[in-house]
Nanobody, 121 residues
Framework: LPLVESGGGLVQPGGSLRLSCTASGFTLDYYAIGWFRQSPGKEREGLLCISRSGGRTNYADSVNGRFTISTNSALNTVSLQMVDLKPEDTAVYYC???????????????WGQGTQVTVSS
């Protein structure tokens, strides 16, 4: 799946960003879509996932209550809404697709190229 992330950028602490994941020629509703992030020197971390049936799972306590995953079938997009951003949220954010949700990187077969999010004053 040719996944493409967008919406990253520079934001001040306490600010918000909305990341989008889309695919050309494929319907994302047919897949489980996960959002991951990777900071320099750290392993890629699973954040949230939305299943093919629409169920949502949060895998990271650090983003609980601040990050939300949602889907827009009409736009063939899965979004990651991030509020109250902190400097430690600085990372490259990736979306990934496979048949089932998981927090493990190896369970996803298709990945986007990533979008940089930098939280800094």
């Amino acid at each position: 799946l040719p996944l493409v992330e967008s919406g990253g950028g520079l934001v001040q602490p306490g600010g918000s960003l909305r990341l989008s994941c889309t695919a050309s020629g494929f319907t994302l509703d047919y897949y489980a879509i996960g959002w991951f992030r990777q900071s320099p020197g750290k392993e890629r971390e699973g954040l949230l996932c939305i299943s093919r049936s629409g169920g949502r799972t949060n895998y990271a306590d650090s983003v609980n209550g601040r990050f939300t995953i949602s889907t827009n079938s009409a736009l063939n997009t899965v979004s990651l809404q991030m509020v109250d951003l902190k400097p430690e949220d600085t990372a490259v954010y990736y979306c990934a697709a496979d048949l089932r949700c998981s927090r493990r990187v190896g369970d996803f077969g298709s990945w986007g190229q990533g979008t940089q999010v930098t939280v800094s004053s």
